[in-house]
């Protein structure tokens, strides 16, 4: 089986999810690194929040990709896919199938609609489909409802041409259904005719996506079927508590090699590569006229603080200027929570653009910010990267 995360920049594929108990937090990696990525904090609060309302005996887990994911979060929705399929011991090659997805889920799971840029993806993706097409594979398609008539006449014309099923989801019912999965609600007969029960923190099979893991077997007295998802209500998580499971950590939980705490990357203070500057006007009505027109802005240098620089969120501010000021070229990288509000100006920071030594990259706010805060990263050609935080407040 082959699960696949869009981007804009290309396809990455979910090569496995791998149950780590002794590991203190969960984290993405590129196969074959130990490094965290960028985005392993936002998925450790994915696997400790939403998605143990339907995996509970979740332990840490390290998430195998085949290239970087750094920002966004169209990346929730088929990592909430894979998840569900290793849970159900579901995520192995045995099973042809290729799953594309994107788009981000709330608190309950539930896909969201949003600009996903699902035509370009598609487009990247498309030698992907022409593959499982040529192999005889079952491909199958989820997305959120799309934002125009037009986007889901392209989704579906897609698909048409490559034979692809495709489920438009708006809720995680219908996100579970699209691969034949149910929820146990507890209620007796709930549950269809035929189908496996996993049970709350029961010990699951290690499925990784490797050809040397092979099939994992079932246990004993189970039966193929379609599994049913048991939700993790609190009453629910006591009780297997009392019965001796841990939902953070397991003694049943899929064993690991590994010893010790979680690799992290080398870091260094960002202050010393990166500078940070308000661009203000006098009212926002102003900020919009030297946005579209090339006028002048006041430039106001921001605030040094601990970890970071802070600016003041008014009405004029009307965006940032990010300067590299190392005396080498650094690829930059602003997270999801700022770049949400900005139009990006130079340098691409969605997907790390590069910054030759003192060259700015300008980020033009759509609408006052609000107070909050952000991270940037600076990474130089070894690898070595240095992070910032941004407080707007």
């Known amino acids: 089986m082959r699960v696949i995360i869009p981007t804009t920049a290309k396809p990455v594929e979910l090569r496995a999810i791998k149950r780590r108990p002794r590991v203190p937090a969960s984290y993405m990696a590129t196969a074959g690194d130990f490094r965290p990525l960028a985005l392993s904090s936002d998925y450790h609060r994915f696997v400790n929040g939403p998605l143990r309302l339907v995996v509970a005996d979740l332990p840490s887990v390290e998430l195998s990709l085949s ?8 990346w ?3 990592v909430l896919i894979a998840h569900l399929l290793e849970s159900a011991g579901r995520l192995t090659e045995a099973e042809p199938m290729l799953v594309w997805a994107t788009g981000m889920v709330d608190a309950d799971l539930n896909p969201q609609s949003a600009d996903y840029h699902i035509p370009l993806k598609l487009e990247l993706s498309r030698p992907i489909f022409a593959e499982a097409e040529t192999l005889g594979q079952r491909a199958v398609m989820v997305v959120p409802p799309p934002q125009s008539v037009a986007e889901r006449e392209t989704i579906e014309a897609f698909c048409e041409e490559f034979g692809v099923e495709l489920t438009i989801a708006a809720s995680a019912a219908e996100v579970l259904d699209a691969f034949d999965l149910a929820i146990d609600t507890g209620e007796s007969g709930s549950e269809p005719a035929g189908a496996e029960v996993l049970p709350l923190a029961a010990p699951m099979p290690l499925a990784g996506l490797s050809a040397a893991g092979g099939a994992a077997a079932l246990p004993e007295g189970r039966r193929p079927g379609r599994p049913v998802l048991a939700v993790a209500g609190l009453a629910a998580i006591l009780a297997a508590a009392a019965a001796g499971y841990a939902v953070l950590s397991s003694e049943r939980s ?5 010893t010790g705490r979680q690799p992290e990357r080398a870091l260094i203070a960002a202050s010393d590569n990166l500078a940070v500057d308000g661009l203000y006007a006098e009212t926002r009505a102003a900020c919009q006229e030297k946005i579209y027109t090339g006028g002048q802005f006041a430039i106001e240098p921001a605030l040094r603080q601990a970890g970071g620089y802070a600016l003041k969120a008014r009405e004029g501010l009307c965006g940032l200027r990010l300067r590299n000021l190392s005396d080498q070229a650094q690829k930059l990288f602003v997270d999801a929570r700022l770049t949400s509000l900005a139009i990006p100006g130079g ?7 590069e910054l030759s030594s003192g060259e700015s990259t300008l980020l033009y706010f759509t609408r006052p910010p609000d107070p909050m805060q952000a991270d940037a990263v600076m990474r130089d050609p070894t690898g070595l990267e240095s992070r910032v935080s941004i407080a707007i407040d």
């Not at 290239?67 to 169209?74: I, Q, V």
């Not at 899929?254 to 590994?258: K, L, R, Y």
């Open 67 to 74: 290239d970087a994911l750094d920002c966004g979060r169209s």
């Open 76 to 78: 929730e929705l088929p």
């Open 254 to 258: 899929t064993p690991s090699p590994e």
């Open 347 to 353: 340098a691409s920071v969605l997907t790390g653009g």
